[in-house]
T-cell receptor
Framework: KNEVEQSPQNLTAQEGEFITINCSYSVGISALHWLQQHPGGGIVSLFM???GKKKHGRLIATINIQEKHSSLHITASHPRDSAVYICAVPPSFGNEKLTFGTGTRLTIIP | DAGVIQSPRHEVTEMGQEVTLRCKPISGHDYLFWYRQTMMRGLELLIYFNNNVPIDDSGMPEDRFSAKMPNASFSTLKIQPSEPRDSAVYFC?????????????FGDGTRLSIL
């Protein structure tokens, strides 16, 4: 079983601040997923990455396969970024199932 | 594309009743996943299908839970009989290829309350 740990559990920041959310896992994987869950409950897939870095707008995701660690960064944070961010990994390389982290609740204050 | 469609959005029923949750995946997606989310346990995979065939149901909590996918455009998750501890948000998701290497598209979820 792949153990997934996220930090911090809760994060409150002022609008405009640079945000970093971390995810560590215990077993080598083929890809890691970052998800966003809105206050209304809907879940959106933000990134799926297996190496290096991906960028989408103000969001950047990085992964270090050797260290089994990924980070999600948000530049110029905005109140609409307030959500729960969840990382998810398969239990082993090539497995389709996902194990989810407990999530990071981000609140951006105007 | 309409995205993954789940119904109903909310369900409130009494303990002991049968509950059926429905999901229509995105057309062309080969994988379909059923998840349950609770405050205590977060998101958990219940079962997933590939090309309508159940691949792994090890997350299904008990025999009271069953899932079917009779065709590529429809899946159901059934709880019979329902219990208060089944109260949760149930999500369906689909992906176009091998789940671990493809992004998953989630439905809006069904919020289930068992009284």
């Amino acid at each position: 079983k792949n153990e997934v740990e996220q930090s911090p559990q809760n994060l409150t920041a002022q609008e405009g601040e640079f945000i970093t959310i971390n995810c560590s896992y215990s077993v080598g994987i083929s890809a890691l997923h970052w998800l966003q869950q809105h206050p209304g409950g809907g879940i959106v897939s933000l990134f799926m990455l297996s190496s290096g870095k991906k960028k989408h707008g103000r969001l950047i995701a990085t992964i270090n396969i050797q260290e089994k660690h990924s980070s999600l960064h948000i530049t110029a944070s905005h109140p609409r970024d307030s959500a729960v961010y969840i990382c998810a990994v398969p239990p082993s390389f090539g497995n389709e199932k996902l194990t989810f982290g407990t999530g990071t609740r981000l609140t951006i204050i105007p | 594309d309409a995205g993954v469609i789940q119904s109903p959005r909310h369900e409130v029923t009494e303990m002991g009743q049968e509950v059926t949750l429905r999901c229509k995946p995105i057309s062309g997606h080969d994988y379909l996943f059923w998840y349950r989310q609770t405050m205590m346990r977060g998101l958990e995979l219940l079962i997933y299908f590939n090309n309508n065939v159940p691949i792994d149901d090890s997350g299904m909590p008990e025999d009271r839970f069953s899932a079917k996918m009779p065709n590529a455009s429809f899946s159901t998750l059934k709880i019979q009989p329902s219990e208060p501890r089944d109260s949760a948000v149930y999500f369906c998701a689909s992906s176009p290829g091998r789940g671990a290497d493809q992004p998953q598209h989630f439905g809006d979820g069904t919020r289930l309350s068992i009284l």
